[in-house]
């Protein structure tokens, strides 16, 4: 697009700072000051540099953009209608944050297209767009930049370079050199509360420079300042961040500069003034022809580059050409993992023996990882620990964008933030490695990964008390039922080398769920005929074994290394003359989602439910019922070797067959 004159600047400008300020009148919600105050930024960004087409929003090599302050989510809906995507029309520009529009109250990448990715919980945002940058640099070494030559732009607030997840997405992008990432900082000194300064005076310039970006600071309302900014970061050789000194609410005559502007709608008198200000005197949501046919203009400026990529796609090889379409579209076609899962399989019938979990997911990895070279690995400095680094796997570095494994530090949550952008920009698979127990610090990115419908793979290890001498500080005991109250997320538990081999197959197969792979530290037999090519983990819940000797009187469930327990109780069972079953549960998520009569078949009809897990017991009534019985952690665990563990807190075979017992004689 040609150069704009600042008359024509302004009046495209104008147009999102209506939009947005008339949006969150109608209402009577929302965030007006960003929207306001960003406008300028966001039109020169849209206006003359950003790559995308309206036309076609899932364009593979787009430029990304991601609104990481995400409650200025009208800015970005203004742009996406001014700019003409089909998805955001004027009528839902009215119907802003009502119940099924296509403008929620921040940015959902399932509701809207344009979106990149949901964001709200500050801090996401750079955060994801980090993941998105390490995706665009590994495909572009894979696949060569007449394929993959895109950059990544966030809008962030102060919010977001506050909230702790910043510092480990820029430090990780800093150590990687990640070039095609440039954050726009939103540096308007407002919080909710006020200024800023009653609660921050970090130097952002200095601290991003310290984590190896570039940085510098311009007038966020003078747009030959912020192109000539963005050209700079565009040919550095590091991330780069532009401080954008702005005015939240800009134009507005009473509430400009305020936190007043921040959260709440400006009312009629404000807008009034704020109309007068800009010298804008369209109606509500309208848009002047000459404006809004400028801005279409802007939208279709990348249209014959979008053509000019199709047509070098197209002029590929066939297999290449029939790979990155694979990859694009996230297939992991079936028959290329019952093979590869027959081959993990294979080895472990050829040398069944007794594994840690963690030891058999490495094993599963070994086949996985060079069958699937959309697998993009790492892991929180645990990865001796966690076994997520098959042999002969090449680091992804600043020197080799081509490896795939990446070491992200002790940066738990800002791992799983990128995971999801790997996730969002496609072509990947990430998988990544921490403890169990520090599944909370990656919590809020899971969460997000499960709003958002993305295949992320989390390996956890050390899942229990059985990781031992470390105590209780790193033993959880809440972590599985508090994963498992998160919709849409699967959380596996499998119980030896076989079910760890089925549920790394059923994660990769799971398309639009994330996963969580929770593993043991300490050895477990094999207990399942690796022979046998079903894979029964996909119910979720199966019987392992059935009872002996009559109908069932007891039936004991269990989750990963309490099978074994669960095992050894029924052989004592069996010297009582106690018919009994065991039922191994490996996905609590795929066994609910099984109809009714399915989940009751597999139940039975014992008249003695009993759980075994070591963990706490919320979430097993569903399946052994309120007055079931329960052997597991009812409180925190303590430093000693494993075995003592299991014996001090009551989790063994003999516990177990006591339970079943006494509610046997309790009928």
């Given amino acids: 697009m040609s150069s704009l004159s600042r008359a024509e600047h302004d009046r495209m400008a104008n147009a999102i700072r209506a939009l947005a300020m008339d949006a969150v009148e109608k209402a009577k919600s929302g965030h007006p000051g960003l929207p306001l105050g960003a406008a300028d930024i966001a039109t020169v960004l849209f206006t003359r540099v950003l790559k995308f087409d309206p036309a076609d929003p899932h364009w593979f090599d787009r430029d990304r953009f991601v609104l990481s302050a995400g409650h200025g989510s009208m800015l970005l809906y203004a742009l996406l209608y ?15 944050r009502q119940l099924g529009s296509l403008t929620p109250g921040h940015p959902e990448v399932e509701a809207t297209e344009g979106v990149e990715t949901t ?27 007449g394929i993959v030559d895109h950059h990544t732009y966030v809008l962030a607030s102060d919010g977001d370079l506050m909230e702790g997840i910043s510092q480990e997405a820029i430090a990780l992008a800093g150590h990687l050199k990640l070039s095609r990432l440039i954050v726009l900082y939103d540096d308007n000194h407002i919080s909710i509360d006020g200024p800023t300064s009653l609660s921050d005076s970090v130097d952002q310039l200095a601290r991003f420079e310290s984590a190896g970006w570039a940085a510098c600071r311009i007038d966020g309302h003078d747009p030959d300042a912020i192109l000539a900014a963005i050209e700079a970061a565009q040919k550095s050789d590091r991330p780069s961040l532009i401080a954008c000194r702005t005015t939240i609410a800009f134009g507005a005559p009473t509430k400009a500069g305020s936190e007043k502007s921040h959260g709440s709608p400006l009312g009629a008198e404000e807008i009034a ?42 002029a590929l090889p066939a297999d290449a050409r029939a790979e990155l379409e694979r990859r694009i579209a996230g297939a992991v076609p079936a028959e290329m993992l019952d093979a590869a899962l027959a081959e993990i399989k294979r080895q472990l019938a050829a040398d069944p023996k007794d594994r840690a979990s963690r030891s058999s997911s490495e094993l599963a990895l070994g086949v996985l990882v060079p069958a699937f070279p959309e697998l993009v690995g790492g892991s929180a400095d645990l990865t001796g620990s966690n076994n997520t680094r098959p042999k002969g796997m090449p680091a992804l570095t600043p020197e080799n964008y081509g490896g795939r494994f990446i070491h992200y530090g002790i940066r738990e ?33 899971i969460r997000l990964a499960c709003l958002m419908g993305r295949r992320v793979i989390h390996v956890m290890t050390h899942d229990s008390i059985g990781l031992g001498e470390d105590g209780p500080t790193h033993q959880p005991v809440e972590h599985l039922a508090a994963l498992r ?58 019987e392992l074994l059935p009872a002996e000797g009559g109908p069932a009187r007891v039936s004991l469930f269990a989750s990963g290394s309490e099978v074994t327990i669960a095992v050894a109780a029924r052989k004592r069972l069996a010297e009582h003359g106690i018919p009994t079953r065991i039922v191994s549960v490996p996905c609590f998520e795929l066994f609910f989602d099984r109809p009714d009569a399915e989940r009751e078949a597999v139940i039975g009809d014992a008249p003695v439910r009993v759980a075994v897990e070591a963990a706490i017991r919320q979430g097993w009534d569903a399946i052994v019922g309120s007055q079931g019985g329960f052997v597991g952690m009812t409180g925190f665990g303590a430093s000693a070797p494993a075995p003592d563990l299991y014996r001090h807190f009551g989790i063994t075979p003999e516990r177990v067959a006591e339970v079943a017992l006494s509610k046997l004689q309790a009928l």
């Fill in 82 to 96: 001014l700019t003409g995507f089909a998805s955001v029309s004027i009528e839902q520009i009215q119907r802003f």
């Fill in 273 to 314: 003034g704020t109309r007068r200000n800009l010298g804008w005197t369209a109606a509500p949501f309208v848009i002047p022809d000459d404006i809004l046919s400028a801005w279409r203009a802007a939208g279709a400026r990348a249209r014959d580059a979008r053509a000019a990529w199709q047509q070098r796609v197209a």
């Fill in 413 to 445: 949550h800002g791992m799983a933030a990128a995971m999801n952008g790997m996730a969002l920009h496609g072509g990947i698979i990430p998988y990544s490695g921490t403890f169990l127990v520090f599944s909370d610090y990656c919590r809020p990115s």
């Fill in 119 to 145: 964001t709200g919980p500050l801090g996401q945002g750079i955060a994801t767009a980090v993941g998105m940058a390490i995706a665009e640099r590994h495909l572009a070494a894979a696949y060569g930049a």
């Fill in 485 to 542: 109250a998160m919709p849409n997320l699967q959380v596996f538990r499998p119980c030896d080398a076989v079910e760890t081999a089925e549920c790394w197959a059923l994660a990769l197969a799971s398309n639009h769920r994330p996963s969580v792979l929770a593993l043991s530290r300490q050895n477990l037999p094999q207990l399942r005929d690796a022979t046998a090519t079903e894979n029964p983990c996909a119910g979720g819940a199966y």
